[in-house]
């Protein structure tokens, strides 16, 4: 049985860490390759692998594409604040930009505004486009957009 600390957090040993730190440098490496890292055989690391999503420690595996490449120019955060922190009203916001293909992330955040996001845009014109859905969205009061210009780190996972 998987025990926890006092907090909630599963009771990871070494090998568990390895393993997820190897595995968001290169998810798509093969058991025995993950096992050899690991310092441990292929069974019981997969053993490991397969506790470790059903703990939800690993969520998923994905490739990371490049959004220039895929004809995605622009990259800009949207700081948005809200007219009412209401459950409801924070839920319905919430809910209008999951369907959004170009959100990327949403947080809640504390502090300056409501919401941060991160979305994509292939031109100038479809972010205006975007920035002008957000600014006549339900709710909102505020928008402030924040363009990217260069990215020089951008890493996937925590550090374990």
């Given amino acids: 049985m998987q025990t ?10 070494a090998i568990d860490r390895r393993i997820v730190a190897e595995l968001q440098r290169d998810g798509r490496m093969t058991n025995v390759e ?8 292929a ?26 490449l895929l004809g995605w120019t622009i990259v800009f955060f949207a700081l948005v604040g809200l007219d009412s922190q209401k459950e409801s009203v924070l839920t319905q916001f919430e809910t209008l930009v999951a369907d959004w293909p170009e959100v990327r992330e949403c ?19 479809h972010e205006n486009q975007l920035t002008r859905r957000l600014t006549e969205a339900p709710h909102v009061s505020r928008l402030q957009t924040l363009q990217t210009i260069r990215t020089s780190r951008d890493l996937a996972g925590v550090p374990v």
Wanted: with cysteine.
């Fill in 4 to 13: 926890a600390d006092k907090i909630g957090f599963p009771d990871l040993d």
């Fill in 34 to 41: 993950l096992a050899k890292r690991a310092g441990i055989s």
């Fill in 43 to 68: 069974p019981p690391c997969l053993r490991r692998v397969r506790r470790l999503e059903e703990l939800g420690v690993i969520r998923g595996y994905y490739g990371d594409s490049d959004p220039h």
């Fill in 107 to 125: 947080h809640m955040i504390r502090g300056g505004g409501d919401f941060l996001l991160r979305l994509v845009a292939r031109d100038t014109a």
